[in-house]
């Protein structure tokens, strides 16, 4: 990689001086447009959504669940929330790891559901029905997301 390109289009500049400055949220904008276009061209070219296929740039899968964690629930914690609002995550009773290191800190509740060769049991005992018929409010509220390997 050269230190500078010589290139000034910021969607087409490779280059160590670019790499290594401070950029937007979205990420180095040449692998962002590069990544970006190669999803819509190669990996959903007819996806229904104006404007195609949207991404997002993250460091590794752990690095992305801790970010869509951060997301979409708020953070609890027993010493000032009270229990009525703590959040849950149903997952699988055998899952990776990296998903509930990443929940655990933010307070969320986790809850395993039963599985069998095909994943997650919708119904039957430790099944995704009877989990949410039968839950327990002292534990908090009832789960609103879902982790789940497909």
């Known amino acids: 990689m050269p230190h500078f390109s010589g290139n000034s289009d910021p969607l087409h500049t490779i280059d160590l001086a670019t790499a290594l400055q401070y950029g937007t949220a979205q990420g180095y904008p040449s692998l962002y447009y590069f990544i970006r276009q190669f999803t819509l061209e190669n990996l959903h070219p007819t996806i229904p959504y ?6 997002i740039l993250t460091c590794g899968s752990t690095d992305g669940f801790s970010k869509t964690i951060q997301a ?13 609002e703590r959040p849950g995550l149903l997952v699988e009773e055998f899952c990776y790891m990296n998903a509930i290191q990443a929940a655990r800190p933010r307070g969320l509740g986790i809850v395993p559901v039963a599985i069998d060769d095909e994943g997650m049991l919708v119904s039957g005992k430790g099944g995704l029905e009877d989990v949410l018929e039968n839950w327990d409010f002292s534990k908090g509220r009832r789960p609103h ?5 497909t």
């Not at 104006?50 to 991404?55: P, S, T």
């Not at 979409?72 to 009525?84: A, G, M, R, V």
């Not at 997301?145 to 390997?149: I, S």
């Open 145 to 149: 997301l879902m982790y789940t390997v």
């Open 50 to 55: 104006k404007g195609g296929a949207e991404i």
């Open 72 to 84: 979409l629930s708020n953070e609890w914690s027993e010493d000032w929330n009270p229990i009525d």
